[in-house]
């Protein structure tokens, strides 16, 4: 059996071992850090030379070393580097090719990719020579059916890592992730119109746009700014926007209701990916979705909303991430949820199985145990709080009662993401912000150390305040509520239950089909999203629909509809539990 460190290879792990030598006499020194600590760590070995690891990502926005406050804490525990390295045109095929995936490799799905790297020996078994009880013991004991769903996801029986977002009961739903965020200082201004579908939203955006024609730069408003950067098979917000408003979950190249178990291609006539895709053309004709939306990328957008330039998102991370700050909200100013009466967005059921983005390790690492207790430790409460808002005790802690608080930097940082962090740590918040943009248990999942709290800190004690500002307090009194989730959660939505499920492997010709019709779809939407009238959109649809069945859309679609069937037989499995 190889041995685990790759480096070493002559050389048998011993856990206390000082340093190790390779076979060829170079050094790599290690250390042990013990058994075990109070936050559940298992044993780690930590460098004595800084290593640069590589982050294989298909998830990421963000390529280059992970800087800033997340960066020192990794330095700090690990004494590594990480290099992100994101999914771009042929990545995964090179890095394939290549041999060698890198060192952490983290999955956008548990399908084609991840199979194709699992059967084909790129990944690392987690269960070689004890890698996952010596290194990863948080995860083997709190995450025991995330583990097994992965052994069961390929051919060869071997757990390869887990999916994101694991819950500690699956009796629960997440929070809302489409809250249909709205500027309401405008939205006020304008007397509070109903809104009970997208016609009624566009009126109202085109009626903000004439009170607010500029951002705070000077720069002309839209209603909405998108980007391409997570464009899969589809136009990722076409896709959402039908997903937030019928609340059918992105599937394949379609749609999937999980009250039914149907199959929706995102061509299907009258479907909520077209329909969502005129309201956005509809939007462009009037002026209102912005100019650059195809050609900027992720941050580009993100800067849009921080100086308000557009007026709307359906995101629950974009108004307080971005729009909310201090300067904002203390000038009236601010987005908060405004959801179409009609609208029945998706909400995602907790799963303990966790969701289909897979944590994993490259089978070529020379540091597996190194990569292991990274990941272990960004499942313990600690590191997983310190990846979703800054180190402990800087930017969060616990109080006496043992409830989760954010600290008076905490609090800024929130509300301003470009807050100047203390030493050690250097630049602000944002520089800092972790960009591997994954998560190992979901948001809404219990934190055993903080006394019934969950990682949401939307749902801490201390979080429960008054309203801190008086458009809240406006926002408060017109939604009757006294937070997002009270708001959104007496309003209709679609629970998705969560299973084992993941999807099946395609075969080589027609994974090659999908791939061209997945090319012809995000090129047809992005054109049609641009028709400079109602003639030109119809054109450009038909013309996108006419090519998508010449390449075969048709086979992808019947694939899918056979997975709808396993998916759905999954989830009614799952809820005899």
């Not at 559940?40 to 990421?60: C, F, H, M, N, R």
């Not at 408003?245 to 599937?251: A, L, N, S």
């Not at 897979?358 to 070529?364: H, L």
């Not at 903080?450 to 406006?474: H, M, R």
């Amino acid at each position: 059996m190889k041995k685990l460190v790759k480096a070493v290879g002559c050389t048998a792990l011993v856990l206390a071992a000082v340093s190790m030598m390779s076979c060829g006499g170079e050094k790599k020194p290690v250390s042990a850090s013990g058994s075990s600590s109070a936050s559940g760590e298992s044993s780690s070995i930590i460098p004595e030379k800084t290593v640069t690891l590589q982050v294989y990502d298909q998830l990421a926005n963000y390529s280059g070393e992970q800087l800033g406050w997340f960066g020192q804490v990794m330095l700090e525990k690990f004494n590594v580097k990480l290099n992100i390295i994101p999914e771009s045109g042929n990545t995964y095929t090179t890095r394939m090719e290549s041999g060698n995936l890198g060192d952490i490799v983290i999955w956008g799905n548990d399908s084609d990719d991840y199979l194709g790297a699992a059967e084909g020996g790129m990944l690392f078994d987690w269960e070689e020579e004890d890698l996952l009880s010596n290194y990863g013991s948080y995860i083997k004991k709190n995450m025991p059916l995330a583990l097994e769903k992965n052994r069961n996801i390929s051919s060869t029986g071997k757990i390869y890592g887990f999916g994101h977002g694991v819950s500690t009961t699956s009796k629960d739903r997440q929070g809302f992730f489409y809250t249909w965020d709205l500027r309401f200082d405008l939205y006020d201004k304008l007397g509070r119109p109903e809104i009970k579908n997208l016609d009624d939203l566009h009126k109202v955006l085109k009626q903000m746009k004439e009170i607010c024609p500029t951002d705070d730069q000077g720069n002309e408003t839209y209603g909405v700014s998108l980007f391409p950067d997570w464009d899969g098979n589809m136009v990722m917000y076409v896709k959402s926007l039908g997903t937030a408003y019928v609340g059918w979950d992105e599937f394949g190249f379609g749609l999937y209701d999980p009250t039914t178990g149907t199959y929706h291609s995102c061509l299907e006539e009258n479907g909520p990916y077209l329909k969502a895709l005129k309201f956005l053309n509809d939007l462009y004709q009037d002026g209102l979705l912005d100019p650059d939306s195809q050609t900027q990328q992720y941050d580009g957008m993100s800067e849009n909303y921080v100086n308000g330039t557009a007026f709307w998102n359906i995101f629950n991370w974009m108004a307080s991430g971005s729009y909310n700050t201090d300067a904002h909200v203390q000038s009236g100013k601010a987005m908060y949820p405004v959801r179409p009466t009609e609208a029945s967005p998706i909400c995602y059921g907790q799963s303990v199985y966790g969701g289909n983005r897979i944590w994993s390790i490259g089978a070529k690492t020379e540091y597996p145990e190194l990569c292991m207790a990274i990941i272990n430790w960004l499942c313990t409460p600690e590191g997983f709080m310190t990846s979703l808002y800054g180190p402990k005790g800087v930017a969060w802690d616990y109080d006496a009662n043992g409830k989760t608080y954010f600290t008076d930097l905490g609090k800024k940082c929130q509300s301003d993401q470009s807050t100047p962090m203390p030493a050690p740590y250097a630049g602000t918040y944002k520089d800092g912000l972790f960009q591997m943009n994954n998560i190992t248990w979901a948001n809404d999942a219990t934190n055993p150390e903080s006394n019934g709290e969950t990682y949401n800190k939307d749902s801490w004690a201390s979080n429960a305040l008054p309203p801190q500002s008086e458009i809240e307090s406006k926002w408060r009194e017109w939604a009757n509520s006294v937070s997002v989730e009270d708001y959104l959660g007496k309003g209709a939505y679609t629970l998705a239950p969560s299973s084992t499920y993941s999807e099946g492997p395609k075969s080589d010709e027609l994974q090659v089909v999908a791939n061209q019709v997945a090319t012809a779809i995000k090129t047809g939407t992005w054109r049609a999203m641009y028709a400079k009238n109602d003639a030109e959109f119809k054109s450009l649809v038909d013309s996108m629909i006419k090519e998508a069945r010449e390449l075969g859309v048709a086979d992808v679609d019947a694939f899918y509809v056979k997975e709808a069937a396993k998916k759905k037989a999954a989830e009614d499995e799952a809820a005899k539990d």
